[in-house]
């Protein structure tokens, strides 16, 4: 027997949620603002809810994906803006709608208030990837709440629970995102180099491709070293790297391609330098990094 769920919000993104449930086959109740957007998964056999009140009374667990905090509240009522803040919710509360970790913290503990069980989470996939193992969606918040439901949620993709603190699903997410966009970077910084050569994107990628998966293999060692606060150069020395990341800036700037982004790393390394760290290992720049 499949669980009832209940989707609110039904934009790109919880369109493809309740798809995907009731392609798992759970009795599924929406419910968004604008009605006419429920008319598809109706036609695939949800339950459209007259009103908000029988959508979140309809489900043990209510998904919630909104365009942003402001439009949650707006709708479920916060800060006393709607008819009674007194009733209470009877629902688990899943808040999929992305925001920061401190909007995250401050959702739990309105959740708290109003009644329901709440985990927040984010969605690190596009709509189309919803309901497919590719899509990760991470969750934080009371185990127990993750546990209860796990299965259920489980239709959406790869769920993963990382602790109690609500705000962690955000952070997951940024750090995810800061990830993504150094990583391109990195490879249109290579990319944009090469095409002044008359190298092809397509004939660089596989090999910034090798690199970059190399390079992500250096991680858990890395890790290790940030956690026990110890940067022993068994590879190499900082000051090695700074050397090649001039090479790089004189390149990008010989080249006539953009050099700031090269600047900023060798900025961030010479200030490493200067501070006595020459000696010892890359990730020693963490405390470059963790510095306001
Ligand atoms: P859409 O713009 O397609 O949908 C927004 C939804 O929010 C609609 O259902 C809209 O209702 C509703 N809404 C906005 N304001 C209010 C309000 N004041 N009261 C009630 N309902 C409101 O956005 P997405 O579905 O793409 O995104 C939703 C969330 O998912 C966002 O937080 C986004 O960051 C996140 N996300 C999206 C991804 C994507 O690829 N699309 C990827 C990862 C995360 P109405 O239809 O009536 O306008």
């Given at each position: 027997p499949h669980a009832p769920v209940t989707v609110i919000g039904l934009g790109?993104?919880?369109?493809?949620?309740?798809?995907?449930?009731?392609?798992?086959?759970?009795p599924t109740t929406?419910?968004?603002?604008?009605?006419?957007?429920?008319?598809?998964?109706?036609?695939a056999g949800a339950r459209s809810a007259p009103t908000l009140g029988d959508a979140l009374a309809a489900s043990p667990l209510t998904i919630v994906c909104l365009t942003d905090y402001d439009a949650v509240y707006e709708l479920l009522g916060?800060?006393?803006?709607?008819?009674?803040?007194?009733?209470?919710?009877?629902?688990?509360?899943?808040?999929?709608?992305?925001?920061s970790a401190?909007?995250?913290?401050?959702?739990?503990?309105?959740?708290?208030?109003?009644?329901?069980?709440?985990?927040?989470?984010?969605?690190m996939a596009i709509p189309s990837g919803i309901g497919t193992a590719e899509a990760v969606i991470l969750h934080s918040g009371p185990?127990?709440?993750?546990?209860?439901?796990?299965?259920?949620?489980?239709?959406?993709?790869?769920?993963?629970?990382?602790?109690?603190?609500?705000?962690?699903?955000?952070?997951?997410?940024?750090?995810?995102?800061?990830?993504?966009w150094s990583v391109l970077n990195a490879w249109l910084q290579g990319t944009a180099l090469l095409a002044k050569a008359g190298v092809d994107a397509v004939t660089y990628a596989p090999f910034?491709?090798?690199?970059?998966?190399g390079v992500a293999d250096w991680l858990p060692g890395y890790a290790e070293q940030i956690d026990k606060g110890s940067f022993p150069a068994e590879v190499a020395a900082l000051e090695t790297d700074a050397r090649a990341m001039e090479h790089l800036i004189e390149e990008s700037e010989a080249m006539g391609v953009n050099a700031e982004l090269p600047r900023l790393i060798k900025a961030m390394a010479d200030r490493a330098i200067a501070a006595g760290h020459g000696?010892?290992?890359?990730?020693?720049?963490?405390?470059?990094?963790?510095?306001p």
């Open positions: 790109l993104m919880g369109q493809a949620l309740a798809g995907a449930f009731l392609k798992a086959g759970h929406v419910w968004n603002r604008t009605p006419a957007k429920a008319a598809p998964l109706v036609a916060a800060n006393g803006v709607e008819p009674d803040p007194t009733t209470p919710i009877d629902t688990t509360l899943i808040n999929l709608t992305s925001g401190g909007q995250a913290r401050e959702a739990a503990e309105w959740a708290e208030r109003r009644g329901a069980r709440y985990l927040d989470g984010a969605i185990e127990q709440v993750f546990a209860d439901h796990a299965s259920t949620l489980g239709a959406l993709g790869t769920i993963t629970h990382l602790g109690a603190d609500p705000g962690l699903a955000s952070l997951y997410d940024v750090a995810g995102l800061a990830m993504m910034a491709r090798q690199i970059a998966a000696g010892e290992q890359y990730p020693v720049l963490i405390e470059e990094f963790g510095k």
